[in-house]
């Protein structure tokens, strides 16, 4: 029988200021492709076409008012802010002890303050398009994109490599 590793824990960083305790929950970026379906003459039935990445966003929520984040809104640049989530995760098989690390570039696209009652908890979320994307386990490189810098490498595999090339990059 084979367990998955489960995340046991998680800190962030904002541009390398640390973040410890301020987040309650993590929305790690969707990897989805842009799919188009294409039929011509001579086929039994449509094949989908790979267009490249969807948008990549990160949402955090933090268990109230988290200034350091508000700061970073409205940054000029599309990769104006980068966060790190360092996690912790492990084999409830083995015991195994893994270190997972996802490095994100983007901006701020949404605060949402949530409600404000008194003698009710606050939450405070957060939504990041993205940019760029690195996920690494035990600091080995497992995922990179990078959509202004055009790269893309996936289990040490760079699949833009020829095409970069084939365009004069």
Excluded: C
């Amino acid at each position: 029988m084979a367990i998955p590793h489960k995340l046991k824990d998680f800190n962030v960083f904002g541009d390398g200021e640390m973040w410890l305790g301020m987040f309650t929950e993590v929305t790690p970026p969707k990897l989805e492709r842009e799919m188009k379906d294409y039929r011509a003459n001579g086929m039994n039935g449509p094949v989908s076409i790979d267009l490249g990445n969807k948008k990549l966003e990160i949402s955090l929520k933090a268990g109230g008012y988290v200034w350091a984040t508000v700061r970073k809104y409205a940054v000029p640049t599309a990769d104006g802010i980068m966060l790190r989530l360092a996690g912790s995760i492990q084999s409830d098989e083995t015991g195994e002890e893994i270190g997972m690390e996802i490095i994100v570039r983007g901006r701020f696209s949404e605060v949402d303050w949530g409600k404000m009652k008194a003698g009710d908890d606050t939450e405070t979320e957060f939504k990041m398009p993205l940019t760029y994307i690195k996920i690494s386990l035990q600091g080995n490189t497992f995922l990179e994109m990078d959509f202004i810098h055009y790269i893309e490498i996936v289990d040490g595999v760079d699949r833009l490599a020829q095409r970069r090339k084939n365009i004069g990059l």
